[in-house]
Structure formats: C-alpha cells, structure tokens
C-alpha cells in the first residue's frame, strides 16, 4: 500500500509526469528516426532504450513502466496508421531493452552482466520478432532471406547499374556472397546488441552524473577490462575455424564476431583512458572515437588493442604481484 502511494504521489507530480511525456516522446521519435531518415536517423534510433533505461534505473517499477508502456501502446497505434504495423515487435524489442539495462543498473550487477544479458535476451527476442515477421510457408527462414536479398540486390543494379560486363562480374560475386553474409547474420545481430547497449548505459551514465544521480559502483569505463579467460575462448574458437567447416566454421564465424566486438570495446576503453589523461577537447574526442567506430583498418587495430591488452597491459592498471612473488623472480 505504500508502494502504491508512493507511486501515486510521483506520478501525480508536474515534474514527474513531465518527464513521462518527454520520455515517450523521446522514445518514438527516436525510433521513428530510424525507421524514416536514412543513415542519421539509424544513429539517432540507436537510443530508443535510453528513456526507458534512465526511468527504470532511478525509479524502478511501477512508476518506471510508464515510458516503455506509454511508448509501446502510442507507438503501435502511430505505426499502424503509418503502414509500418510489422516493425511494432521492434519498438517493443527496444523498450524491453531498456528495462533490462535499467534493472541491471538498479540491481548493481557488474558492468559485463548488465551490457552481455541484456543484450543477449534482446538478441533472442529479436531474432524471434524477424522470425515472425519474415518466416513463412516457403522453405526455411535462411533460404527465403537469401531469396529476398537477391532479388532486391538484382532490382538495385538494375535500377542503378544498367547493364555492363561490369555490372554483370560484381552482381555474381554478390550473389556468391550473399549466402555468407545471411549466415553471419546472428553474430553481426549480437554484436549490435552489445554496442547499442554499451552506447545507452554510457550515455546514462553521463546523464546521471549531470543530474547528481547515485550511480552502480562500477570502475570508470576507461579502466574496464572483459574478463581475462575470454582470451582462450578467442584461440579456441580460432583453432576449431581452421581445423572445421560447415556448420561449426560458421558458427565459429559468428562466435569471432560477437568476441572481436567485446575487444572493441577494450580498446575504446583503452582510448578513453588515454584521452582522459591527456585532456583531449571534447570535438578532437569526438573525431577520435568516430575515426575508430567508422574506419575499418582503425576498428581493427581497436580490436587488437583490446585483444593485447591482457599482456601487455597498455594502461598499466593489473594488480601487480605480491612482495614474495616479485622476491621469487
């Protein structure tokens, strides 16, 4: 009954509700983004979670629920007047994330716990939703993903490309390419998860520091490290890719991808701690970081960054050994 008192005091304030409006707002309008201005509005749509996330994280449920339910229920309904009815699984995929994220910081679990579970339960809800909304009668759901692929990338060169011997040599190493790249898809899915979720929780983080919000006692996000036993996962998953084919080289594929992600991250932390030290202004930081997520041999060397860090340690921040250890050496 207090809790229901509580509950009803907040929302009854001006403040709270509020907050409320602008956090639905929010929410649809940067899904909207996504689904209806191209590339900008794919980085805008990026943080559908984030008002979900900061009102679960500071006030739990139930008055928390009001965004992601407010937002679902408005966003449906606009969806289905726009025509755009079977993405409604998708905004829900998005709040539902955000309450993850937010439950795991209120929860204080660890930072890998909070970014790795929710995005892997957004992963299977997604892979479920695309299953629903492209799954069908006709053969599996990779052999008509392939079919689909094609026939748009033949209506696009023909379109755009006319015809060329060219024309004709690029559209077969596509067509070739296609079947790999539609079997890579739930590592490249899983790697967005945890870069969407990495994105949001930063953000919040950065608004609750503004806004004098208690945060999780978690480490500074430039001293994180994934865990150490990781890297073994990595070398074996590297060993089965050589030795295997077939199914097991592809899932060994998918596996690499969502580990090369978790390194990115690493080594954007190892960025950060540099960054920080030698206070870089804020639009060189932006620049940097952009270089590094937007330039492919740069993402790679962030990867190998993070990757190498275990040995050698770029931030010089692992424990250093006892007295008797280092009187041993």
């Known amino acids: 009954m207090a809790v229901g008192n509580e509950f009803h005091m907040h929302a009854e304030s001006p403040t709270v509700r509020r907050e409320i409006a602008l956090g639905i707002a929010a929410t649809l309008l940067f899904f909207l983004s996504a689904l209806l201005v191209p590339v900008l509005g794919f980085l805008a749509g990026v943080f559908t979670p984030l008002p979900t996330l900061l009102t679960f994280f500071r006030f739990g449920a139930p008055l928390g629920l009001w965004i992601p339910v407010g937002a679902f229920v408005l966003g449906s309904v606009l969806l289905s007047v726009l025509g755009l009815a079977s993405s409604i699984p998708y905004l829900m995929e998005m709040v539902v994330f955000g309450m993850l994220l937010g439950t795991g910081m209120r929860q204080n679990w660890s930072t890998e716990k909070t970014i790795g579970v929710s995005g892997l339960i957004v992963f299977a809800a997604g892979a479920m939703a695309f299953w629903m ?163 492919q041999f740069a993402t790679l060397g962030a990867v190998l960054m993070g990757f190498f860090d275990m040995w050698l340690d770029f931030r010089r921040i692992s424990p250093k050994p006892s007295g008797p250890a280092q009187a041993q050496d």
Do not use: H
């Not at 899983?190 to 930063?202: F, G, R």
């Open 133 to 295: 909304t492209n799954g069908g009668p006709e053969g599996t759901l990779v052999s008509q993903v392939e079919k689909e692929l094609k026939e748009t990338l033949t209506a696009v060169l023909d379109q755009y490309a006319g015809t060329s011997v060219d024309r004709e040599l690029f559209n077969q190493s596509l067509q070739q390419f296609i079947p790999v790249l539609v079997r890579l898809m739930p590592g490249f899915s899983m790697a967005t998860s945890l870069i969407i979720a990495w994105l949001n929780v930063l953000v919040a983080r950065r608004y609750c520091r503004i806004r004098n919000v208690a945060l999780p006692g978690w480490p500074e996000w430039s001293l994180w490290k994934a865990p150490e036993k990781l890297v073994w996962v990595v070398i074996g998953a590297g060993f089965l890719l050589l030795l295997s084919d077939g199914a097991m080289r592809i899932f060994c594929l998918n596996l690499l991808i969502v580990l090369s992600t978790v390194y990115l991250l690493q080594g954007l932390a190892i960025v950060a701690f540099y960054v920080d030290k030698w206070k870089i202004p804020r639009f060189l930081r932006v620049l940097i970081y952009g270089f590094l997520l937007l330039q």
